[in-house]
């Protein structure tokens, strides 16, 4: 058997399995919606949002609620094409995300919350 029919097989399970399985079906797609890999598709998915500027200007609620309508690839692309520290943010949850940008975007703009918020 060739690797194109072993391919179309192995793809056959997993259409089946997803048409049969909408649990597998649902952890499938949010598995492929949220892959974006190259310098263009980050730069297509991220919103223009500057979180600093708008930290400063707005305030810490306005920035939370303006990421609140985005997606968790919006907001992990945004992270990735501000440079907002985003080492390490790759398995970061979409709350966890926001929770990033806004600390890292109240570091960038000098304001702390707290003592301890570095």
Known sequence: MSMDERLQRFFAVIRAEAKANPSFAARLERALSDTVSTRAEFAAAA???????????????????????????????????RKLEPHGVSTYTRA???????A???????????????
């Open 104 to 118: 890292a975007a109240r570091r960038a703009s000098g304001s702390r919350k707290s003592p301890l918020d570095y």
């Open 47 to 81: 919103p223009a949002l500057d979180p600093v500027k708008l930290l400063k200007e707005k305030g810490e609620d306005d920035l939370r609620a303006a990421l609140a309508e985005m997606t968790r690839t919006e907001i992990y692309a945004l992270v990735r094409i």
């Open 96 to 102: 966890r995300l926001i929770e990033h940008v806004v």
